[in-house]
């Protein structure tokens, strides 16, 4: 605690009010019971005093373009943040919030900006709507400086695309793309008919049939974390279904049909896999046919899987976003040259990284990625993707690791990690106080999978007795290999 005050105070920022509120808080902080969780309470009323505490606003670009109001009594889509009306009244309700950041996204997961660039294409349209001619973010620059906020430009950095429109510069430079590690797994009926199906957290499409183990069919959902693209992020419900809705198929451990049931039949209890089988979930029309027309209770089926390398943009398993490879120099100078851009031609006070990751574990085994993983290791990967990793042939099983998998995982921290610095420098070649900062995640034991670790080598997490950077596997947070990749700016 000392060596926190004591690095304040020798910064010239002490008035006479903060020191006041320092004494009181020390005088406060020796008054509690020693064994009380006090540090957080002292921590925020001394940061409180001194105007150091954050309260950020994040405004996203495309959910702001237009907001609904009653006109004429119906609800009509009106111009929002498109507006410099809209754009003052949202800096207006954040300075009444106490809010003193606000967090500006111009550059949206399709990879277009909102202000006038001559690096990247201006975003003039949106879900069929013209977008007006105007730079929003000088508006939110000059509407929260005159409120006296602070005002950051984020960022989706390795987003070049929104599959749900198929846009973006990644659809424009298809070399750009990452490459997915996909799978196709299939289920064989006794008279050769095979039906594809998946499971939960692989890289397939999350329409095929999903096929359960007996250790996690009750769950409602599969989302497990709050921010990242899963490639099952579909709910798929087990009770309370109409008929016809959804068909069930349980297979005993010997891959014997014990039974195909309706899913309305299920009642309010779930239903379960018999013990070390499975169960198929079909609910697309096409699949509940062939359920009809190829088992029955009594027949075997057989299991089997497919691997293959697809470009992201035709992998269905990723919904939303189509990253870009982060070693593909291209991609990579075009992020560093657009936040360049910003901060040499707007007063920004701070950039935010968003999406500045891999997509998933399954990303990015391109040919560029194995070629810079052989440099790194300073030898060859022979079997490609196997010694990474492979897929289980037993469905609902976890990956096989191979014996670089945890090399793996520290050379994809390091492409990240190197090409946020190299991202850094340039910024503070231009501004050299201003803030840069980065979205992450703090569940270390599996941020790994998006190919970040920015977990502290000091930071001991409680329930392994380990440091957060070794977690995931890693020996250290800041990997000091072999540069991957090639400076580009």
């Known amino acids: 605690m000392w060596d926190i005050i004591r690095s304040m105070c020798c910064k010239p920022v002490l008035t006479k009010n903060t020191l006041l509120s320092l004494i009181l808080s020390l005088l406060a902080y020796t008054s ?41 009594g119906r609800d009509e889509l009106v111009p929002f943040t498109t507006t410099r009306e809209g754009i003052a009244e949202i800096v207006q309700k954040c300075k009444n919030a106490h809010v003193n950041t606000l967090v500006v996204d111009v550059k949206p997961l399709v990879g277009y900006v909102v202000f006038p660039s001559k690096v990247a294409p201006r975003l003039t349209s949106w879900q069929g709507r013209p977008i007006p001619d105007i730079d929003i973010l000088q508006g939110f620059i000059e509407e929260g400086h ?62 095929k049939p999903l096929l359960l183990t007996d250790d996690g069919v009750k769950s409602n959902t599969e989302i497990e974390r709050i921010g ?110 657009l936040v360049r851009e910003i901060v040499t031609n707007y007063e920004v006070d701070g950039i935010v990284l968003d999406r500045c990751r891999y997509s998933n574990i399954y990303n990015d085994f391109s040919d560029l990625s194995r070629q810079a993983f052989s440099r790194w290791l300073g030898k060859p990967v022979n079997r490609w993707p196997q010694d990474i990793f492979s897929f289980s042939p037993q469905p609902g099983k976890k990956i096989i690791q ?69 977690i995931a596997g890693l020996r250290r947070s800041i990997p000091k290999r072999g540069t991957p990749s090639s400076s580009t700016g």
């Open 146 to 207: 005159k409120a006296g906020l602070r005002v950051h430009a984020s960022l989706n950095i390795l987003g070049e695309g929104h599959k749900y429109y198929s846009v973006g510069l990644a659809y424009e430079k298809p070399e750009w793309q990452s490459v997915v590690y996909a799978i196709n797994r299939g289920m064989t009926a006794s008279n050769g008919k095979r039906l594809t199906f998946r499971v939960p957290k692989e890289p397939d499409n999350p329409d």
């Open 32 to 72: 509690v019971d020693a064994n009380a969780q006090r540090a957080p309470n002292l921590a925020r009323s001394l940061s409180t005093s001194m105007g150091a505490e954050g309260r950020v606003m994040w405004i996203d670009a495309t959910a702001n373009f237009w907001r609904k109001r009653k006109v004429n």
């Open 228 to 337: 990242l693209d899963r490639p099952d992020a579909e709910d798929t419900k087990l009770t309370g279904l109409p008929f016809g809705k959804q068909l069930h198929i349980t297979i005993d451990s010997t891959n014997r049909v014990e039974g195909i049931i309706d899913g309305s039949l299920i009642g309010e209890e779930p239903l379960a896999a018999p013990e070390d089988g499975r169960m198929l979930v079909a609910k697309m029309e096409a699949d509940k046919e062939w359920i009809t027309n190829n088992v029955a209770p009594g027949s075997f089926v057989t299991f089997d899987l497919k691997t293959e390398f697809l470009p992201i943009a035709e992998a269905r398993s990723e919904k939303i976003a189509c990253f870009v490879n982060p070693l593909h120099p291209e991609a990579r100078k075009h992020q560093i040259d």
């Open 402 to 470: 191979g014996p670089l998998f945890k090399m793996w995982l520290e050379f994809r921290a390091t492409v990240i990690h190197d090409f946020v610095g190299e991202l850094a420098r340039n910024v503070r070649s231009l501004k050299p106080n201003i803030t840069l900062g980065t979205y992450v995640g703090a569940w270390y034991p599996s941020y790994y999978e998006v190919g970040v670790n920015w977990g502290s080598e000091k930071t001991i997490y409680k329930q392994q007795q380990q440091p957060a950077c070794a």
